[in-house]
């Protein structure tokens, strides 16, 4: 059972990226997705979730109308659009999993997911 991140990088602030979370070893229809991040120096952040049936989706105060989380059960994989970035939106983003039911999803509560990728970097910098 594996989480890969892929899709971080270097932009300048005001720039956008696509973060990917793919699965393999396991179907995630079945699962809420979280993606967290964290900065040198500073906790971990509940990013964005979304529920099993897609219909449930939260995101932190601070990434509001700026980033979008969807699902593609069918390639297995889920997305973080993140746009207007801006320097603290800096740090290693990390997505987890965790089977719970269809509308469910938690933000906040890390300890709840069961399944964790290796996190890719974001670096938003002029």
Known sequence: LRLVESG??????????????TASG??????????FRQAPGKEREG?????????TKDYADSVKDRFYIDRDDAHNTIYLEMNKLKPEDSGVY???A???PDHY???T??????????GTQVTVSS
């Open 47 to 55: 990013v964005s979730c979304v529920s099993p049936s897609g219909g």
């Open 94 to 96: 990390y997505c987890a």
């Open 109 to 118: 509560g890390a300890g709840e997911y069961e399944h964790w990728g290796q």
């Open 8 to 21: 971080g990088g270097l932009v300048q602030p005001g720039g956008s990226l696509r973060l990917s979370c």
């Open 105 to 107: 999803c938690s933000r």
């Open 26 to 35: 396991f179907t995630l229809g079945y699962s809420a997705i979280g993606w």
């Open 98 to 100: 965790d089977a719970v």
